[in-house]
C-alpha cells in the first residue's frame, strides 16, 4: 500500500512537470519564448527524461507488486526487498539510457554503460545466482531427490521440498525446518542415505582380545535388537587387517532413529571399555 502511494505521487509530480515542459517547449517552437539553442536541446533532453521516466514509474505501478509475490515462497523478505529495488533501479537505468541516446551518445558507449551496470548488478545478487545455478544442478545432476534423508556438514534431516533457491530439511526427532541456499551444494560435500533404511558400520581396533568377547557382542547384538524398530540381521564380531584386530559392528538404521548409532556407540564402550584401543576413525 506504502509502495502503491509512493507510485502515485511520483506519477502525478512527473506528470505535472511534463505538462510544465510541454508547455514551455511548445512556446519556443512558435517563437514565444526565445531562448539560446544550446538551452533548446537541455530542454527536449529533459522532456524525454521526464517522458521515459513517467512512462516507466506507470510500468512500475503495474509490475511491481508481481516482482514482489513472484518469489513470495523462494526467498526471504529481505531478499525479495533487494530485488525490487534492483528491478526499480533496472528500470530507471533504461531511461537513462534513452536519454544518452537522444544527447548523441554512441551506441558503443551505452553499451559499455550497460555492461558495467549489468555486472553490479550480478554482483549484487550474487548469492542469488548461486542458488539458481545449485537448482540446476540438483535437478539436472540429482545429488538427491526428494525423500531423501541427507546431511551437509551439522545440517540433516528429510529433504521435503526442492525450491528455486532453496530446499527444505525436515528434522522429524524435534519436527523442526532448515531452509537451506541451494549454493551449498557448489562448495560442500554431501552425505545422501537415500530415502528408505541404510547400513551403519562402526569399526572399533582392539589392543587385546579377552577371553569373553563372544558373550560381550552377543549383548551388544541384543541391545542393538531391541532399540532398533528394523528387525534386520545384526552384525557384531572381531576382523583384522594391515592395522590390527578391531571390533566390526554392522545394522541397519533409518532417519528416524537419529540418535540409534550413538547410542549403540556409547553402550559398546561400556562392554569393550578395558580391550579396546580409542580413534577418531571409530565413529
Same mark, same amino acid.
Given at each position: 500500500? #506504502?509502495?502503491?502511494?509512493?507510485?502515485?505521487?511520483?506519477?502525478?509530480? /512527473?506528470?505535472?512537470? +511534463? %505538462? !510544465? &515542459?510541454? @508547455? $514551455?517547449?511548445?512556446?519556443?517552437?512558435r517563437?514565444? #519564448?526565445?531562448?539560446d539553442p544550446?538551452?533548446?536541446?537541455?530542454?527536449? /533532453?529533459?522532456?524525454? +527524461? %521526464? !517522458? &521515459?521516466l @513517467? $512512462?516507466?514509474?506507470?510500468?512500475?505501478?503495474?509490475?511491481?507488486?508481481?516482482v514482489?509475490?513472484?518469489?513470495?515462497?523462494?526467498?526471504?523478505?529481505?531478499?525479495? %526487498? !533487494?530485488?525490487?529495488?534492483?528491478?526499480?533501479?533496472?528500470?530507471?537505468?533504461?531511461?537513462?539510457?534513452?536519454?544518452?541516446w537522444?544527447?548523441?551518445v554512441?551506441?558503443?558507449?551505452?553499451? %559499455?554503460?550497460?555492461?558495467?551496470?549489468?555486472?553490479?548488478?550480478?554482483?549484487?545478487?550474487?548469492?542469488?545466482?548461486?542458488?539458481?545455478?545449485?537448482?540446476?544442478?540438483?535437478?539436472?545432476?540429482?545429488?538427491?531427490?526428494?525423500?531423501?534423508?541427507?546431511?551437509?556438514?551439522s545440517?540433516?534431516?528429510?529433504?521435503?521440498?526442492?525450491?528455486?533457491?532453496f530446499?527444505?530439511?525436515?528434522?522429524p526427532?524435534?519436527?523442526?525446518?532448515?531452509?537451506?541456499?541451494?549454493?551449498?551444494?557448489?562448495?560442500?560435500?554431501?552425505?545422501?542415505?537415500?530415502?528408505?533404511?541404510?547400513?551403519?558400520?562402526?569399526?572399533?581396533?582392539?589392543?587385546?582380545?579377552p577371553?569373553?568377547?563372544?558373550?560381550?557382542?552377543?549383548?551388544?547384538?541384543?541391545f542393538?535388537?531391541?532399540?532398533?524398530?528394523?528387525?534386520?540381521?545384526?552384525?557384531?564380531?572381531?576382523?583384522?587387517?594391515?592395522?590390527?584386530?578391531?571390533?566390526?559392528?554392522?545394522?541397519?538404521?533409518?532417519?528416524?532413529?537419529?540418535?540409534?548409532?550413538?547410542?549403540?556407540?556409547?553402550?559398546?564402550?561400556?562392554?569393550?571399555?578395558?580391550?579396546?584401543?580409542?580413534?577418531?576413525s571409530?565413529?
Amino acid at each position: 500500500m #506504502i509502495i502503491k502511494r509512493r507510485l502515485y505521487k511520483r506519477i502525478l509530480l /512527473l506528470s505535472v512537470i +511534463l %505538462i !510544465i &515542459s510541454e @508547455l $514551455i517547449y511548445l512556446g519556443i517552437r512558435r517563437e514565444i #519564448i526565445h531562448i539560446d539553442p544550446a538551452a533548446n536541446l537541455a530542454i527536449e /533532453l529533459f522532456l524525454t +527524461l %521526464i !517522458i &521515459s521516466l @513517467l $512512462i516507466i514509474t506507470v510500468i512500475l505501478r503495474l509490475t511491481e507488486k508481481r516482482v514482489w509475490t513472484m518469489f513470495e515462497k523462494e526467498m526471504e523478505v529481505e531478499q525479495r %526487498i !533487494i530485488i525490487s529495488k534492483l528491478y526499480s533501479i533496472t528500470l530507471y537505468t533504461l531511461a537513462l539510457f534513452i536519454t544518452f541516446w537522444k544527447a548523441g551518445v554512441s551506441l558503443g558507449n551505452l553499451t %559499455i554503460f550497460l555492461g558495467l551496470v549489468a555486472s553490479g548488478f550480478a554482483f549484487a545478487i550474487r548469492d542469488i545466482l548461486l542458488s539458481f545455478f545449485g537448482w540446476f544442478i540438483i535437478l539436472n545432476r540429482k545429488p538427491f531427490h526428494m525423500g531423501d534423508y541427507i546431511q551437509i556438514e551439522s545440517n540433516s534431516g528429510l529433504v521435503t521440498r526442492i525450491g528455486t533457491f532453496f530446499f527444505t530439511l525436515e528434522q522429524p526427532q524435534n519436527q523442526e525446518y532448515i531452509k537451506v541456499p541451494n549454493s551449498i551444494i557448489l562448495i560442500k560435500p554431501i552425505l545422501n542415505r537415500g530415502n528408505g533404511k541404510f547400513r551403519e558400520e562402526i569399526r572399533m581396533p582392539l589392543k587385546h582380545v579377552p577371553e569373553d568377547l563372544q558373550e560381550r557382542l552377543k549383548e551388544l547384538q541384543i541391545f542393538i535388537r531391541t532399540r532398533n524398530s528394523l528387525k534386520d540381521p545384526v552384525r557384531a564380531h572381531v576382523m583384522a587387517d594391515a592395522s590390527g584386530w578391531y571390533i566390526y559392528v554392522s545394522f541397519y538404521n533409518n532417519h528416524q532413529q537419529e540418535n540409534l548409532k550413538a547410542a549403540v556407540f556409547t553402550e559398546a564402550l561400556s562392554l569393550l571399555s578395558d580391550c579396546l584401543k580409542f580413534s577418531s576413525s571409530s565413529f
